[in-house]
């Protein structure tokens, strides 16, 4: 199985201000159709979680720009160019690779 | 707009089954594959399986074989998830979720599931 590994673990943000979460994966996610099968996502308190960007960088359908996503490989980030107290809960990331799916083991970022 | 809705909180006794639905609307429910994907309380996301859009083809979670069982009817675009053999650690959220490929676009909003005695 491949192993998702996300730091830190628990990230601090005072609001307005950035922040950044790193995922590495086992091994490599890039398909042999061209395309790297990394993905975020946030839950929120209480909600089911909700897909922020797929494809390492691709944002999904409503989420604000202030969410982006890079790298390549097995090492990946996700940025928030500046944190707003609605972005506070858990951040997974996810690989789509291969079965089983597996998931990082969540960073949750608090507002300060 | 797509929406998977999720049947209600159960409460089981261990070694009783449990079978949970997740009915789909918004969109063309034979056109994807979908997902299970369980949360313990204050623990991680842990994915369970997947079916293929016509209901013939499954794999799940080694973890999980043998005493896990997903289905769906087409006629109703509903999916079902039905876990046997329950101990209190099966104590979780459980959460249909659609593929988009490759990830999970679209989640249920969740069904509680409780065992004890």
Redesign the interface.
């Known amino acids: 199985d491949i192993v998702m590994t996300q730091t830190p673990l628990s990230l601090s943000v005072t609001p307005g201000q950035p922040a950044s979460i790193s995922c590495k994966s086992s091994q490599s996610l890039l ?1 042999s159709d061209g ?1 790297t ?1 990394l ?1 975020w ?1 946030l ?1 929120k308190p209480g909600q ?4 922020l960007i ?2 390492v960088s691709s944002r ?1 359908s409503g989420v604000p720009d202030s969410f982006s996503g890079s790298g390549s490989g097995t090492d990946f980030t996700l940025k928030i160019s500046r944190v707003e107290a609605e972005d506070v809960g ?1 951040y ?1 990331c ?1 690989q ?2 291969h ?8 960073t949750k970022v608090e507002i300060k | 707009q797509v929406e998977l809705v999720q049947s209600g909180a159960e409460v089981k006794k261990p070694g009783a089954s449990v079978k949970v639905s997740c009915k789909a609307s918004g969109y063309s429910f034979t056109s994807h594959y979908m ?1 299970w ?1 369980r949360q313990a309380p204050g623990q ?4 369970m399986g ?1 079916i293929n859009p016509s209901g013939d083809s499954t ?1 799940y ?2 973890k999980f074989q043998g005493r896990f069982t997903m289905t769906r009817d087409t006629s109703t675009s509903t999916l079902y998830m039905e876990l046997s053999s329950l101990r209190p650690e099966d104590t979780a959220v459980y ?1 249909c979720a659609r593929e ?11 069904t509680l599931v409780t065992v004890s005695s």
């Open positions: 398909h395309k099968y993905s996502y839950q089911s979680p909700q897909l797929y494809e999904f858990v997974y996810t789509g690779l079965l089983p799916r597996t998931f990082g083991q969540g | 997902h994907v991680g996301l842990e994915w997947i794999n979670a080694q959460y988009l490929p490759k990830t999970l676009d679209y989640w249920g909003q969740g």
